[in-house]
């Protein structure tokens, strides 16, 4: 069975999905862009069990309940900050994709949404980041036991079409 890739421009905290992937800090505090859109979303028991985690490491992800949100799960995912691509960046952003979907997958989730993790304030070129973080949560997904639909849900136009433009280069099959 195949894995149904989406690209679409909107607002990740409103799409029904099993899982939402926050772009978290490795502290799991909270803060801005759209970790803080899922926390002030998703309301305080977010937060309350994120204390409880103890953070997480870059690359790697960790997952509480939706609070508020229309998930049944968000996964929060620490992806890198860019210092030019030389320093791991790319093999720590295809980390944190890959362990979302491993960890969603553990949960027995069918769906999972994605930001552009690392784009924001971390400073990863949307472009670069689309070729990395497109082909790592398709083939993880396709090596999971669940997760069929992974869905990158883009805040920009500009956003949404460096994720197209990357997913032709890699020829991968989506929908929008």
């Known amino acids: 069975m195949g894995v149904q890739l989406e690209l679409v421009q909107g607002d990740i905290t409103r799409v029904a999905v099993d899982a939402i992937v926050n772009a978290a800090n490795s502290g799991l505090r909270g803060g801005g862009g759209v ?3 899922i926390h002030r979303a998703g309301g305080p028991r977010i937060m309350e069990e994120c ?3 103890g953070g997480c490491p870059t690359g790697e992800a960790k997952a509480t309940g939706p609070g508020d949100l229309p998930a ?3 996964v ?3 992806g890198p900050v860019w210092d030019g691509g030389e320093a791991g960046e790319p093999e720590l952003l295809a980390s944190a994709h890959r362990r979302s979907i491993e960890v969603a997958d ?3 989730c069918v769906s999972v949404a994605f930001p552009a993790i690392s784009t924001g304030v971390y400073g990863y070129p949307i472009d ?4 990395v973080a497109l082909p790592a949560a398709v083939a993880a997904a396709e090596a999971s036991e669940h997760v ?3 869905v990158f849900v883009l805040f920009s136009e500009a956003d949404l079409a460096a994720f197209w433009d990357a997913a ?3 020829q991968l099959e989506h929908d929008d």
């Open 168 to 170: 032709s280069e890699l």
């Open 128 to 131: 670069r980041s689309a070729r």
């Open 72 to 74: 049944r799960y968000v």
């Open 51 to 53: 204390r409880r985690l």
């Open 76 to 78: 929060h995912a620490v």
């Open 106 to 108: 553990g949960l027995g």
């Open 148 to 150: 069929r639909r992974v």
């Open 35 to 37: 970790d803080g859109a």
